[in-house]
T-cell receptor
Framework: AQSVAQPEDQVNVAEGNPLTVKCTYSVSGNPYLFWYVQYPNRGLQFLLKYITGDNLVKGSYGFEAEFNKSQTSFHLKKPSALVSDSALYFCAVREGADKLIFGTGTRLQVFP | DAGITQSPRHKVTETGTPVTLRCHQTENHRYMYWYRQDPGHGLRLIHYSYGVKDTDKGEVSDGYSVSRSKTEDFLLTLESATSSQTSVYFC?????????????FGAGSRLTVL
């Protein structure tokens, strides 16, 4: 079965500093990987995805993610964090053709 | 954007009672999903549907059933609710007609089982 792991429950970063939210994956074959964000009391929103091609994927709100096949990682990054980026972030992988399997989530706290 | 409506948004019920959550979409997307969100577990797939009357189990399907008699509606039923089913339930649709891809989520239904 495909799976993703988010090793950090929480990431703290100061506003203006770069941020990284980590995700590693375990899949057979080529992975379809996704990042979603959840703001308080809301559903999840799509940020970006990797299916094939360039290892650096750009997404919404200035976020990007780097696909690293040798390290089986798909870390989410942003060059300069904003307080408004504070939210819960989920990594996900496609299993088969029909399902997305999500990680346990990482809470990002950006301090002013 | 696909419109997804979940109802009810909040429900408190007692152990042993049946509960049905409804997910309604305004477009004719083929794939619909039910997830539950719990602290420490992230989102876990309960059931999904790939067409009218076509459904399949996810990771945590025990104690849940689903039905899809119309393209726009996907119902999640707890036949006899238990306290372990206290959770926030999210419905989602895939905007791809060939499987799971970018999912659009509803606002969630918070269920408390006393």
């Amino acid at each position: 079965a495909q799976s993703v792991a988010q090793p950090e429950d929480q990431v703290n970063v100061a506003e203006g500093n770069p941020l990284t939210v980590k995700c590693t994956y375990s899949v057979s074959g080529n992975p379809y990987l996704f990042w979603y964000v959840q703001y308080p009391n809301r559903g999840l929103q799509f940020l970006l995805k990797y299916i094939t091609g360039d290892n650096l994927v750009k997404g919404s709100y200035g976020f990007e993610a780097e696909f690293n096949k040798s390290q089986t990682s798909f870390h989410l990054k942003k060059p300069s964090a904003l307080v408004s980026d504070s939210a819960l972030y989920f990594c996900a992988v496609r299993e088969g053709a029909d399902k997305l399997i999500f990680g346990t989530g990482t809470r990002l706290q950006v301090f002013p | 954007d696909a419109g997804i409506t979940q109802s009810p948004r909040h429900k408190v019920t007692e152990t042993g009672t049946p509960v049905t959550l409804r997910c309604h979409q305004t477009e004719n997307h083929r794939y619909m999903y039910w997830y539950r969100q719990d602290p420490g577990h992230g989102l876990r797939l309960i059931h999904y549907s790939y067409g009218v009357k076509d459904t399949d189990k996810g990771e945590v399907s025990d104690g849940y059933s689903v039905s899809r008699s119309k393209t726009e509606d996907f119902l999640l039923t707890l036949e006899s609710a238990t306290s372990s089913q206290t959770s926030v339930y999210f419905c989602a649709i895939s905007e791809s007609e060939t499987g799971a891809n970018v999912l659009t989520f509803g606002a969630g239904s918070r269920l408390t089982v006393l």
